[in-house]
């Protein structure tokens, strides 16, 4: 019984220390609390991945700008099949589509 007790006082030790560095990086990049934890979708069972993910956003976004366009039908159609085939993320997807298009601008 003891030595079950040890392990779930390791383990908890281990998440502490885990969720103070995600908490941290968090603080450090600016983002509300709120809206670091929306746009993480943190769930408690999903500690170890989360510090992984933080970091990810925070290095991904740095020179990213977040906007919302209506797009005619046939082009959302084409965006997520073209994102499903190249198995990429739909905004990975959307991105490449206008680089291509915006050659001569970029």
Same mark, same amino acid.
């Given at each position: 019984?003891?030595?079950? @007790? #040890?392990?779930? *006082?390791?383990? $908890? @030790?281990?998440?502490?220390? @885990? ?8 603080? /450090?990049?600016?983002? !509300?609390?709120? !809206?670091?934890?929306?746009? &993480?979708?943190? !769930? ?13 956003? &925070?290095?991904?976004? !740095? #020179? ?6 209506? &797009? $005619?039908? #046939?082009?959302?159609?084409? &965006? ?8 990429? /993320?739909?905004?990975?997807?959307? /991105? /490449? *589509? ?9």
């Amino acid at each position: 019984m003891q030595e079950t @007790e #040890d392990v779930l *006082a390791i383990r $908890d @030790e281990y998440r502490l220390q @885990e969720w103070s560095q995600i908490i941290q990086a968090g603080q /450090n990049s600016g983002l !509300s609390k709120r !809206s670091l934890t929306g746009r &993480l979708r943190l !769930s408690l069972s999903s500690e170890q991945d989360a510090r992984a993910r933080i970091l990810l956003l &925070l290095k991904k976004n !740095s #020179d990213r700008v977040q906007r919302a366009y209506y &797009l $005619d039908r #046939d082009l959302d159609k084409a &965006l997520r099949r073209m994102a499903l085939e190249e198995g990429k /993320n739909l905004a990975e997807s959307v /991105n /490449n *589509a206008l680089r291509a298009g915006l050659t001569k601008y970029l």
